[in-house]
């Protein structure tokens, strides 16, 4: 049983900054890609930044590239979203999201597990 747990979230001012981190059970999440995740209120969720198993590619969506950066620590068994000048298009429920085949993706599909989610908001 694989288990994704979020934390990190919370109130920011716009232009702040916040770090999630995920940890993820299980012996092999050094094979894993992972993903983040968002979802704001009445919106679909959406893509918000990859690593591959390695952490050797990092992937973004265009709304927060040069504002985040995703990283992963295998010894930790731990994956972080770093986001930076933040503003109020960012607040929603982030979540991470583990890929076992280790082929990473934009696609929420290609995920299969899930964490529960951390709120951010953040405040203009």
């Known amino acids: 049983q694989v288990q994704l747990v979020e934390s990190g979230g919370g109130l920011v001012p716009a232009g702040g900054s916040l770090r999630l981190s995920c940890a993820v059970s299980?012996?092999?999440?050094?094979?894993?890609?992972m993903g983040w995740f968002r979802q704001a209120p009445g919106k679909e969720r959406e893509f918000v930044a990859g690593i591959s198993w390695s952490g050797g590619r990092t992937y973004y969506a265009d709304s927060v590239k040069g504002r985040f950066t995703i990283s992963r620590d295998n010894a930790k068994n731990t994956v972080y979203l770093q986001m930076n000048s933040l503003n109020a298009e960012d607040t929603a429920v982030y979540y991470c999201?583990?890929?076992?085949?280790?082929?990473?993706?934009?696609?929420?599909?290609?995920?299969?597990?899930w964490g529960q989610g951390t709120q951010v908001t953040v405040s203009s």
């Open positions: 999201a583990a890929d076992p085949y280790g082929l990473g993706s934009k696609t929420a599909r290609s995920y299969m597990y």
């Open positions: 299980g012996r092999t999440f050094s094979t894993y890609a």
